[in-house]
């Protein structure tokens, strides 16, 4: 396997976690990847933590920025890799994930591979895994929303560069508008591995957690950008196959004790 994987961080104040997040790349069991952290122009110990592994870190800048997904863009565009992806300053990634993505990317040619997420707690604890499902274009439109993980999904750069990346004007969805995009076209070919390759650590001021109700707003937003509007009978039997095979996910997830997300 000789494929460059380019792992671009968001980061703004992420002091807390992003040590975990920097080892969970550096202990992969495929090393041929370029780290780029995209700071927001932090104001706590986040810039002193990356200098402490700066000599295996590719690309540091930091400046402020429009919003998580304009760090993203300007990450990406400094990135080499054959193979995009980013995490979160507080997420991490599994060990075997990179080798595993690109063993995918490699035998099956194709244009994006994800797999399962843990979700995870405060100190790091699996609450629940949320299994992603490998659905044709059709059935996603019908869904109207990306049947697995950010933290599990990779992408080729040519792919990124034809849908146009992020879009910078949201502040919430972007990486579902951009998925979503992307599953949405017929000549795009995806891959699935039936294992966990990310985890996204639940805590009371992560991104999602915190800004729920905007979230929403955002989301009704993106479908109808994407002219994603038609409800039938059959986004019902679509939305039931993805909830029967996430079953035991969804009763952990309703019975957590934790923040709620």
């Known amino acids: 396997m000789s494929k460059l994987v380019s792992i671009v961080i968001p980061v703004y104040n992420g002091q807390e976690f992003i040590r975990e997040t920097l080892e969970s790349i550096f202990g992969q069991t495929y090393q041929h990847f370029e780290i780029i952290v995209a700071d927001g122009a932090s104001t706590d110990h986040t810039l ?113 560069d034809r849908t146009g990346g992020f879009d910078k004007t949201l502040k919430y969805v972007a ?41 929403r707003m955002e989301h009704f937003r993106m479908i109808d950008e994407l002219q994603l509007h038609e409800r039938s009978v059959g986004t019902f039997f679509i939305e039931l196959f993805t909830k029967l095979k996430n079953l035991k996910g969804i009763y952990q997830k309703l019975t957590y004790k934790g923040h709620k997300f």
């Not at 076209?185 to 985890?199: F, N, T």
């Open 48 to 160: 002193a933590i990356v200098n402490e592994y700066r000599g295996l870190i590719d690309v540091v800048f930091s400046e402020k920025d429009e919003g998580m997904y304009d760090a993203l863009r300007k990450g990406f565009d400094r990135a080499t890799g054959d193979i995009l992806c980013y995490i979160n300053a507080d997420d991490r990634l599994l060990p075997y994930a990179l080798e595993k993505v690109v063993e995918q990317f490699e035998n099956k040619q194709c244009d994006l591979v994800f797999g399962d997420v843990n979700y995870i707690s405060e100190t790091g604890g699996i609450i629940f895994r949320y299994k992603g499902i490998n659905l044709p274009h059709g059935a996603i439109r019908k869904l109207r929303r990306v049947p697995f993980a950010q933290q599990s999904s990779f992408w080729t750069r040519e792919v990124y």
């Open 175 to 215: 990486d579902s508008k951009f998925l979503l995009s992307v599953c949405l076209d017929p000549s795009v070919r995806k891959a699935y591995v039936p294992l966990p390759l990310g985890e996204y650590r639940l805590h009371g001021s992560s991104f999602s957690v915190s800004m729920t109700e905007k979230m």
